[in-house]
């Protein structure tokens, strides 16, 4: 019997019976396994498909979407976070429609020159969508392999990340490979969670060396947690003649080409009040004047915990309603309402959300 028969079959097996139904798993279109795929990085299952279903009813195959303009994508996208990933999907959807026919390559090594497609995303396709002998590996399935094979190796360390890989491939079921990668990703999910780890449920626990010597807990090894980084940060809304004036960010920048009410860092020694009029100054020329605070938000960005002061501003007397841009590509003002057609920064929605829910005089001009 070749070795990992037995593993590769319990897997297989308990996969059958007890995989989720997803929307992606209808058919296995390439397309819908390749935005599937994107959308799961970084983002919890739950929140996925909702906007798969909302993102496949609107761009319904890659044709319609590398037609697309940038702000309807992002707009789509907000919600998920990490924008840079709804750009590269338009900029590969125009790059298949003018190199591939409109259709995603089954070759792995194509799949790897698209933007925003790494080796795991790559596998992923290759596996799920074709079927390909192709192994895959995301956090799911490193932490499975540090319990199975006992790996005291760091995690992302360059050492684990060979050895990861190397077994993906040798415990690989030939020509069933879009059962079995979906297995072990799934197996992550449910059963091998990163805490509270369901083993006496796993089809795999008697394979499992972590368990056998009662090791689960310190699978894999802790990462040593990162500080938690504090910014202080201001913005206004400017309100004149009942219209609000955003800014769209530059294309590189951080949340590029998303909207915003300008702002920025709060300086030492310096007020949010203070801070939020040289923003303004500093990004757009306007000579702004506080008309009142609005609400103070909290939002939790990779590694930062930003606490973004908002007020709403109007503009000096005699001041020109048309702003000299240097932090932004383009500006708007818009009415309160269409605001909603706009992709914005997570702070940004949460001030919005925020004024509609108070029912803030601002929501009716």
Not at 85 to 96: W, Y
């Amino acid at each position: 019997m070749p070795p990992h028969t037995d593993l590769q079959q319990a897997l297989l097996n308990w996969f059958d019976q007890n995989q989720r139904e997803l929307p992606w798993r209808h058919g296995y279109s390439p397309y819908q396994v390749w935005i599937s795929e994107i959308m799961l990085q970084q983002t919890q299952m739950d929140r996925v498909a909702l906007f798969f279903s909302r993102w496949m009813e609107t761009f319904p195959d890659i044709n319609t979407l590398s037609r697309a303009s940038e702000t309807h994508v992002l707009k789509l996208w907000e919600g998920l976070g990490y924008y840079s990933r709804a750009r590269n999907i338009l900029k590969t959807a125009k790059l298949l429609v003018a190199e591939h026919q409109g259709k995603i390559p089954d070759d792995h090594r194509q799949l790897l020159a698209l933007p925003g497609i790494g080796p795991y995303t790559a596998g992923a396709i290759a596996s799920i969508a074709f079927n390909q002998n192709v192994p895959v590996v995301d956090a799911n399935i490193e932490r499975i392999f540090a319990r199975i094979f006992n790996s005291d190796l760091i995690p992302g360390s360059t050492e684990a990340r060979r050895l990861n890989w190397e077994k993906a491939e040798e415990i690989l079921p030939k020509n069933h490979a879009r059962e079995f990668n979906q297995a072990l990703m799934e197996l992550g999910a449910l059963i091998c969670k990163p805490k509270k780890p369901l083993c006496t449920s796993c089809p795999l626990v008697s394979h499992c060396l972590a368990f056998k010597y009662d090791l689960v807990p310190e699978r894999p090894v802790p990462k040593k947690s990162k500080a938690i980084i504090p910014i202080d940060m201001a913005t206004g809304i400017l309100l004149h003649h009942g219209m609000l004036f955003i800014q769209q960010r530059l294309p590189d920048d951080v949340w590029g080409s998303l909207w915003e009410f300008p702002g920025g860092r709060i300086e030492r020694n310096e007020t949010p009040e203070q801070t939020v009029v040289r923003e303004f100054f500093e990004e757009t020329e306007f000579n702004v004047m506080i008309k009142e605070k609005l609400t103070t938000t909290i939002h939790h960005y990779t590694r930062y915990k930003v606490t973004l002061h908002c007020f709403l501003l109007r503009l000096q007397q005699n001041s020109a309603s048309n702003p000299t841009l240097h932090a932004a590509q383009d500006f708007n003002w818009v009415s309160f309402e269409d605001l909603q057609k706009y992709a914005f920064p997570a702070g940004h929605r949460k001030l919005i959300s925020y004024l509609e829910n108070i029912r803030h005089p601002l929501t009716h001009h």
